[in-house]
């Protein structure tokens, strides 16, 4: 099963994320490279986990299903920027302005929790971010283009009070994504 861990969006901030994308879009109407994520489908990812057996997945569960100590608190999103920071852009993202000590520290238990269930993960620095777009192939001039148009105030505030880990099930249509546990900040 391909697994990951985020935070929810709640439907006030995805609608407002997704004003943004399309005037982000509006304004790069000719980079038709740039595949843009569906706001149904986005959320902050803390972990991904990738595949993972299925006899090793009931540990993962229970260890997401058990309070969070963090305190629940609010997220807001601003600012743009592209990963990777120099050449040519793969992606388009949403920053945090507000609570991203908050997401690192909550993104530091699920590590730890999931570490502790035998998963193995990424050793890449977390950065707390959500993902806006994806190109396909660009040129470094691409990045420029793209974080012109970028909003410089808040675009969206959100409370945290959950984390989910996730299904991913990869379709022709995109992928479809099941909940499997929730764990509730406390």
Known sequence: MRLFVAIDLDDIARQAIAQTQRRMADALDTDRALKWVSPARMHLTLAFLGEIS????????????????????????????????????????????????????????????????GVTLERRPFHPHLTLARWHSSRPAAAARALAGAPHTPVAR???????????????GGPVYTALARATLT
Do not use: K
């Open 54 to 117: 299925p006899p090793a997945v009931p540990a993962v569960v229970h260890a997401l299903s058990l309070n969070v100590d963090v305190r629940p608190f609010a997220a807001i999103f601003q600012n743009a920027g592209v990963f990777p920071p120099r050449g040519a852009p793969r992606v388009l993202w949403l920053g945090v302005a507000g609570g991203a000590s908050e997401i690192i520290d909550t993104q530091r238990v699920v590590a730890g929790r999931l570490t502790g269930a």
């Open 158 to 172: 959100m409370n945290v009070d959950h984390v989910t880990l996730y299904e991913s099930r990869l379709t022709a």
